[in-house]
């Protein structure tokens, strides 16, 4: 035995501790769970994943590579999503939830600014994917499988790419330069863009499954539909995407002073808004009330800002028309009933409650449908294309996803499924099955400790003035601050994934929550936890959770 | 140790109490005893009263401290420090920190004129008092740091006398530094003990340690319990520098008595099928009397 100094009894240097850790009957594991957000988000995104970065690092280029992970078209979801994700955000129940479409829009917006790329994950590999279609359906199917290696050609039927995106959806919304740098950016990938070609009209669908390993349909529904009454023929009665697709593409219509739309959906809003903006008089006629009313609500509200006349109760029996050309509009007043099959009360005629309004033009924004011309395939009632869980078609080899496939729908919903179809094709091609993984489990505001996050007020966008914005096309909502974004980053709760807090480091009364020398990540030492699960109570977001001892 | 390790260790904590010994899992005061040694850092040294604390980290062959530490006997690390404290200046070694510490026993009972004495004659030491509210180390009898109310195996029926304010006993020997804490929040417990340690002369931090085993709640609430034991009132945190109170921390939304009470096994039997006894009235009139006093 070594002599030790006079009085020593033991050289500390060389204890070897005694491991408590065989005490345990429960222990700490870290589970990464998925936040309600991406939950939420039909695109998928990994909302914590960018806010974290920015939260972090304030590096708004690496926030852009994670967010185009799972969304090619952040600018303009940062414009027109209606945001799922924020109704899910956990933080609602604390305070508010994060300004997440905002945060998106600046993101995406830097990767513009700044001409970000995409990068490749695959180098190329031979086979090809036609992709018909490129709205944002197509557009993300394409872009997810380049990514992938895969050599993919888009058949657009217009003269430019986007889908509703550019014809539908107005350039105060969504300016068509920002769109358009994103889908260059998405085709840079090395895609094939070739428009004005109609699948089924110029070109078989036969000669696509023939000369392609696989085809993916994101055809969207094209063509509008009315309600069909008496005098529809008249000029200046047009759908809601007819119209909007004139004025798009840069046609000149003339509105005259009286504008009626009717409908209560998205289409209605926009066309209400858009002939506004040409100096129409304008008003909604909508069957039921505002409650009931499909559009988003943001949308209702800012149409209402911008003083358009709501007529609820109201529904159009009759065009009538002076030489072929709208005068007016005879309708009729109803009341609401018990709710039908849809959930919605059900609008019933008040008799003798007709009258005349006039209009010199008529919107018919009433619904839409799916343009089948040359194209054979299996439907679901029909009216849309069905398809397996895979999204695969009645056709072998030929998916589907979008507009077409769902119903009407949202651009980030048409993103996820093209992503979606990617993995499937993918898979199809490979001969494999299924190799998508299910996502963790999501995680609920009840597992958090809010003990440790503070209250802050929520970013919000400010809006041109509606005496400015109306006078032109111009976007209503002016660029945002990068700083402001990064100060709201920082409210992320970060829910179910380490941000670092070190409280598990801290309140070990073990010692046992080490640091990571390669990771530098936190991590437990199981040679001495004792299992007591306090560093689990006080991980503020449940990323640290009690197991049974394997 | 890799950037973003170093980024993170932004935080104190140099293993100085270090992992192995043999407190209960969630042991307020191993986690208090942490914190006060990686907050004084490796020149330290540490005189320990016989108690928990003592028992659970100094087993040969494989004590804990990763600094000098002596073990006094359950009534005098006060008087045992004082000596270190002299010899040093004797020796003309230093400047070294002297931490004296035991539990609320030792502190409150047995040890106290030793504490007094060393108060009174000014020795340059920090006495830290790990505050869980019985004699735990020998079976949860009462001490008078009790509080009104609280089962112990020696007061079967709950205690009923109220808990001794040693720390403005403290500061009434004209002592310059005084202060509460709990573990709860180690950024404020940190900084007291590192602006005691910068005083010269006597010095007293009373902590609040819960005691899974003592108190009967799961030791994954011991975090939680000190943070009720302040939103309360019943266990008040302030500062007296030279005589005078300061940086009393408000409470930030009043919380009834119940809610720190229920969790707690030693205070179970003061609710009959859920509903609070007289017991529990007299609590919330302590908490309150803090309040006024302190203006909480
Ligand atoms: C006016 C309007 C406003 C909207 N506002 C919003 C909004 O604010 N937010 C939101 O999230 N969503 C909004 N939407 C809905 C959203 O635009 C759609 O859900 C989305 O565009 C659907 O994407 P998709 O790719 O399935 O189809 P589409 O966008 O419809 O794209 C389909 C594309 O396929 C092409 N195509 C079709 N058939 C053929 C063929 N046979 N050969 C070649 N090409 C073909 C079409 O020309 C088109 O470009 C709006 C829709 C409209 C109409
Ligand atoms: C003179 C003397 N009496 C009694 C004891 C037995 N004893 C050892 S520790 C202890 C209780 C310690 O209580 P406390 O100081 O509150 O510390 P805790 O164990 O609660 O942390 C007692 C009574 C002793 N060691 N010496
Ligand atoms: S707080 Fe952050 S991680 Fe949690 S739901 Fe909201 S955005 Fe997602
Ligand atoms: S307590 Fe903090 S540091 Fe520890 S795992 Fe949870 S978030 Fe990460
Ligand atoms: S009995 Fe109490 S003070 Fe002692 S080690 Fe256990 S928890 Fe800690
Ligand atoms: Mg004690």
Known sequence: ?550 | MNEKAEELNRVEKKDLFASGHRACGGCGQALAARLVHDAAGENTIACVATGCLEVFSSPYPDPSWRIPFLHSLFENPAAVASGVEVAYKALKKGPVNIIAQAGDGSTADIGFQCISGMFERGHNVLYVCYDNEAYMNTGVQRSSFTPYGAWTSTTPMGNKTRKKNLPLIAADHGIPYVATATVDDFKDLQRKVKTALSIEGPKYIHILVPCPLGWGHPGDLTVKICRLAKDTGLFPIFEIIDGKVTNVQKIPVKVPVEEYLKPQGRFRFLFKKGVPTEEVAEIQKIANQNIERFNL
């Open chain 1, 1 to 550: 035995m070594e002599k030790l100094p006079l009085g020593l009894a033991l050289d500390l240097r060389k204890v070897v501790p005694y491991k408590t850790g065989s005490w345990r009957t429960l222990m700490p594991v870290n589970i990464m769970q998925t936040p309600p957000c991406t939950n939420s988000c039909p695109a998928g995104n990994d909302i914590r994943g960018f806010l974290r970065v920015l939260a972090e690092k304030q590096d708004y280029e690496e926030a852009w590579h994670v967010l185009t992970r799972t969304n090619p078209l952040p600018a303009t979801c940062g414009r027109v999503c209606p945001h799922p994700c924020e109704a899910g955000c956990n933080r609602r129940d604390f305070d508010t939830p994060l300004a997440i479409n905002s945060a998106e829009r600046a993101v995406g917006d830097y990767g513009l600014e700044y001409n970000l790329k995409h990068k490749k994950l695959i180098s190329k590999r031979k086979e090809k994917v036609a992709v018909v279609g490129s709205g944002p359906a197509g557009l993300s199917c394409a872009f997810h499988l380049a990514k992938r290696g895969f050599q993919v050609k888009i058949y657009e039927a217009n003269s430019e790419p986007g889908g509703w995106m550019r014809y539908g959806i107005p350039s105060y919304r969504l300016p068509n330069y920002i769109l358009k740098q994103e889908i260059d950016k998405i085709l840079e990938l090395g895609i094939e863009l070739e428009c004005n070609v109609k699948i089924g009209v110029n070109i078989p669908m036969d000669h696509l499954t023939q000369h392609y390993n696989a085809v993916f349909l994101g055809l969207g529904a094209q063509m509008g539909t009315s309600i069909k009454i008496p005098g529809e023929d008249a000029q200046n009665v047009f759908t809601g995407v007819e119209f909007l697709k004139l004025i798009n593409s840069g046609q000149i219509v003339e509105v005259g002073r009286d504008f009626i739309v009717v409908g209560g959906g998205n289409t209605a809003m926009d066309c209400a808004r858009v002939a506004k903006r040409l100096g129409a008089n304008v008003s909604v006629f909508y069957r039921r009330t505002r409650v009931e009313m499909p559009a988003i609500t943001a949308e209702i509200d800012e149409a209402m800002e911008e003083r358009i006349m709501f007529r609820y109760h109201t529904n159009p029996l009759k065009i009538i028309t002076d030489e072929d050309r709208v005068v007016g509009l005879l309708c009729e007043q109803m009341e609401l009933k018990e709710p039908d099959a849809s959930g919605r009360v059900r609008p019933v005629p008040i008799e003798g409650s007709g009258s005349v309004y006039p209009a010199d033009t008529v919107i018919m924004a009433t619904g839409q449908a799916v343009d089948y011309d040359g194209i054979e395939i299996q439907k679901q009632n029909d009216q849309w294309i069905s398809t397996n869980e895979n999204l695969m078609t009645s056709i072998d080899g030929v998916f589907a996803g979008g507009d077409a496939v769902l119903g009407l729908e949202t651009v980030a919903v048409a993103i996820g499924q093209g992503l979606r179809a990617a993995s499937a094709i993918e898979d199809y091609i490979e001969g494999d099955v299924e190799s998508q993984l299910a996502p963790p489990p999501v995680i609920y505001s009840k597992d958090l400790n809010t003990y440790y996050y503070t209250h802050e007020k929520r970013f919000s966008k400010k809006a041109v003035s509606i005496h400015t914005r109306l006078k032109n096309f111009r976007e209503i909502y002016p660029s945002i601050d990068h700083q402001d974004i990064i100060k709201e980053a920082e409210r992320c709760f970060s829910c179910g994934l380490c941000f670092y807090c070190s409280n598990c480091y801290m309140y070990c009364p073990d010692n046992a929550v080490k640091i990571s020398p390669s990771t530098g990540r936190y991590e437990f030492d199981l040679d001495f936890c004792k299992g007591c699960g306090l560093c689990a109570k006080e991980c503020p977001c449940h990323y640290i959770q009690m197991t049974l001892e394997k």
